[in-house]
């Protein structure tokens, strides 16, 4: 089989954190969420991954949601010492009238290649209403470029 016909036998996708609910103003609102800590090793040392932001958020017109992210990586599963793979805010805005349901998936490519053995991604929800407006958000790892197959 080739990559074009089995995918999956080239990547392995890991639960990467809790799902959030936000609530602007509330709860879960402008709150760091730290992923789970996922050992490279259970998953034959992957040199790629991409960070997966899933969200689905109700937001009235003209509001937004930002989404601020950091992938980090360390040797040790307690993160001491760890060092940053990709850091940003992208922002999900609302142009119709009205609310308006917006799904989508932030999705950050990491080269894994010079990470240590564990890697987590962390986010920040934030939503900038006052009242109303809410979203449920959770992070996938979707982990590839290993040299044993399938991973």
């Known amino acids: 089989m080739t990559i074009q016909t089995n995918t999956g036998a080239y990547v392995k996708t890991v639960n990467g954190s809790v ?8 709860t879960g ?3 760091l969420v730290t992923g789970y ?6 998953y034959s ?18 509001k937004t949601l930002a989404l601020g992210y950091t992938v980090e990586t ?7 010492s760890p060092w940053t793979l990709a850091t ?8 119709a009238t009205g609310t308006t349901t917006y799904q989508g998936v932030l999705e950050i490519d990491v080269n894994l290649a010079t990470a240590g053995q564990y890697i987590r991604g962390k ?7 006052t009242a109303t407006d809410t ?3 959770t992070g996938v790892w979707v982990l590839g470029g290993t040299d044993t197959l399938p991973i």
Do not use: C, E
């Not at 799902?19 to 509330?26: E, I, L």
């Not at 040797?75 to 001491?80: G, I, K, L």
């Not at 940003?88 to 142009?95: D, G, L, N, R, Y």
């Open 37 to 42: 800590t996922i050992d490279r090793n259970a």
């Open 135 to 137: 979203a449920n958000i």
């Open 88 to 95: 940003a805010t992208s922002t999900v805005k609302v142009t």
């Open 74 to 80: 360390s040797d040790s599963s307690s993160f001491t």
């Open 29 to 31: 609102d402008n709150t």
């Open 19 to 26: 799902g959030t609910a936000v609530t602007a103003a509330g």
């Open 45 to 62: 040392t992957p040199l790629s991954g991409v960070f997966a932001i899933v969200y689905n958020a109700s937001l009235t017109s003209a």
């Open 123 to 129: 986010f920040t929800p934030d939503l900038n209403n």
